[in-house]
Antibody, heavy 121, light 108 residues
Framework: QVQLVQSGAEVKKPGASVKVSCKTSGYTFTNHVIHWMRQAPGQRLEWMGWINAGDGYTQYSQNFQDRVTFTRDTSASTAYMEVSSLRSEDTAVYFC??????????????WGRGTLVTVSS | EIVLTQSPGTLSLSPGERATLSCRASQSVSSTYLAWYQQILGQAPRLLIYGASSRATGIPDRFSGSGSGTDFTLTITRLEPEDFAVYYCQQYSSSPLTFGGGTKVEIK
């Protein structure tokens, strides 16, 4: 079955960077895209962007394009999301989810369980 | 950017009652590219509905979605104890993908 397993919780100081991993299994990694979302405490889900696991093409939401980088390791069927210059407002649970390459199908059946990133001095 | 506004913010109902949740878009969502999710505290969202009205695999038929354009509805015909949760709509009609603010369905 399809699984997305995310890395564990992180505590970072303001100004630092964090890298979250999303290890996938149960499907052909390179035939899909990985989307990243985040959810601050008590807030709505916020879409951050996506990476094509096949060719590495990325698209970022305007709110994140300056500080976020998506990468992937096809040999490990794993996607990564790195946020730099962290600030307290980045405290949130970060989720990965997979989807087909065709944007007509960009609803999310399979999600990771989320990674809590806490930014605190 | 398409802004999704959900109402009400909180719905207080008893098990067995009917729940009607609304999701209104700031501009038309083309081809009914709208999904609904259920989220229980501390968990990832669970897909309920896609394409505005198609139930995802394994979702009970007490959940149904309807609507088009800018107005969409999620209906739960008879609330079961496990249905008390937060529900979000999401549009995938245009980038950036956006989510609504959520409706909390709580036990009355």
């Amino acid at each position: 079955q399809v699984q997305l397993v995310q890395s564990g919780a992180e505590v970072k100081k303001p100004g630092a960077s964090v890298k979250v991993s999303c290890k996938t299994s149960g499907y052909t990694f390179t035939n899909h895209v990985i989307h990243w979302m985040r959810q601050a405490p008590g807030q709505r889900l916020e879409w951050m962007g996506w990476i094509n696991a096949g060719d590495g093409y990325t698209q970022y939401s305007q709110n994140f394009q300056d500080r976020v980088t998506f990468t992937r390791d096809t040999s490990a069927s794993t996607a990564y999301m790195e946020v730099s210059s962290l600030r307290s407002e980045d405290t949130a649970v970060y989720f990965c989810a997979n989807a087909m390459s065709d944007s007509r199908y960009w609803y999310f059946i399979h999600w990771g369980r989320g990674t809590l990133v806490t930014v605190s001095s | 950017e398409i802004v999704l506004t959900q109402s009400p913010g909180t719905l207080s109902l008893s098990p067995g009652e009917r729940a009607t949740l609304s999701c209104r878009a700031s501009q038309s969502v083309s081809s009914t590219y709208l999904a609904w999710y259920q989220q229980i505290l501390g968990q990832a969202p669970r897909l309920l509905i896609y394409g505005a009205s198609s139930r995802a695999t394994g979702i009970p038929d007490r959940f149904s979605g309807s609507g088009s354009g800018t107005d969409f509805t999620l209906t739960i015909t008879r609330l079961e104890p496990e249905d008390f949760a937060v529900y979000y709509c999401q549009q995938y009609s245009s980038s950036p993908l956006t989510f609504g603010g959520g409706t909390k369905v709580e036990i009355k």
